[in-house]
């Protein structure tokens, strides 16, 4: 499919944001080729900072001191998925989520102040590393199905999972930073898309956007509901803001393990309903696309990039299931 679509040339006059796409998708043109043509202008305008990411040199894995508890994971890379563990969480794993969560925030928060013009993404994964070593925790992507790096830093067209190396960050560009913590046997979870100094209006108005859907979602979790009215919420926002919602990556349930089998969709799924309860602990985290939804995988097996070019942006809280409603997790 992505053969066919990018075989024909850009037309010389192009197509108006609500017209049909000249690819030939049928797809409006705002959802599809809008924001490769965007930065293919770019481009022959000089702009390096639209030019698309590329990969840089990724520098050695970084050690955790022997003291500091790990996962299960922490040397072989592969995660243990022995007994079954409940999606809904006794007293003492949520207090201990707790702990992991703010930790984990407040991880986020020192990296994030970091973020600036000049800095390389390698730059900020030693930050982050420090951070959790500091706080006694271990960074959950840390070999992780054999990732590389202490945290994920997508930059501009990047959804999710970028590996941290030595691009420099450049003026103009919004980079979300995803951590994770390993603390007292549990996992925190969250991330937040930032701005590299002054950033074009439309990357002002994904990232604001972006965090209006993270904010809907939660706000639509109520113990008796099916998991599904948290995809409905942040799809009617992004949908009625011009954006689009990725389809490839969900939130996910948290706690003794990074990832359980429970899956929390962005996007409306009729499938979805799982009946959320008090005590339940899982992850909300919209990946929105100032272009079409669709991605592809670069060949390093992680990093996930907009098919069609255009800018993402993500932000992320781990949260609790009450009786009353809903508990953000991850606040500093």
Same mark, same amino acid.
């Given at each position: ?23 030939? #998708? ?12 965007? =930065? ?13 990411? *590329?990969?840089?040199?990724? #520098?050695?894995?970084?050690?955790? !001191?022997?003291?500091? !508890?790990?996962? /299960? ?6 995660? #243990? ?5 409940? /999606? ?33 993404? /390698? ?44 691009? =420099? ?14 603390? /007292?046997? =549990? ?13 074009? #209006? ?11 859907? @993270? ?27 011009? @954006?689009?919602?990725? *389809? ?13 089998? @429970? ?43 907009? %098919?069609?070019?255009?800018?993402? %942006? ?19």
């Amino acid at each position: 499919m992505m053969t066919t679509q990018f075989a024909r040339q850009a037309p010389a006059v192009l197509p108006g944001a609500n017209d049909p796409c000249w690819c030939g #998708s049928g797809t409006k043109y705002k959802k599809c080729h809008r924001g490769a043509d965007a =930065v293919e202008a770019r481009k022959k305008g000089g702009d390096t900072q639209r030019q698309g990411i *590329r990969p840089g040199v990724i #520098s050695p894995r970084r050690s955790v !001191p022997m003291h500091i !508890p790990r996962p /299960d994971y922490a040397e072989t890379g592969r995660p #243990s998925r022995s007994g079954e563990m409940s /999606d809904v969480k006794s007293p003492d794993v949520i207090a201990r989520m707790r702990r992991a969560c703010k930790a984990a925030a407040e991880v986020l928060q020192l990296t994030g102040a970091a973020v600036r013009p000049g800095i390389a993404t /390698d730059e900020l994964d030693a930050i982050a590393h420090e951070a959790y070593i500091q706080r006694g925790g271990y960074p959950s992507t840390l070999n992780y199905h054999g990732f590389p790096k202490s945290l994920c830093t997508s930059v501009n067209e990047v959804i999710c999972h970028g590996i941290p190396d030595s691009r =420099v960050l450049v003026e103009g560009d919004i980079v979300n930073l995803d951590i994770t913590i390993f603390l /007292d046997g =549990v996992h925190g979870d969250c991330n937040a898309t930032f701005f590299v100094g002054k950033v074009d #209006s439309e990357s002002e108005r994904l990232v604001r956007v972006t965090r209006e859907c @993270l904010d809907l979602g939660i706000a639509a979790v109520k113990p008796g509901l099916p998991i599904n009215v948290i995809g409905r919420a942040i799809e009617d926002h992004a949908t009625k803001n011009g @954006l689009s919602v990725v *389809r490839a990556y969900c939130g996910h349930g948290i706690g003794e393990r990074f990832h359980s089998a @429970l899956q929390i969709p962005h996007y409306y799924e009729a499938d979805a309903t799982t009946m959320m309860k008090p005590g339940m602990t899982f992850t909300i985290e919209p990946m929105i696309n100032l272009g079409h939804w669709q991605h592809r995988t670069w060949d390093d097996g992680w990093t996930a990039v907009t %098919a069609d070019g255009s800018r993402s %942006a993500q932000f992320e809280h781990t949260i609790l299931v009450t009786e009353q409603g809903v508990e953000i997790l991850t606040v500093p």
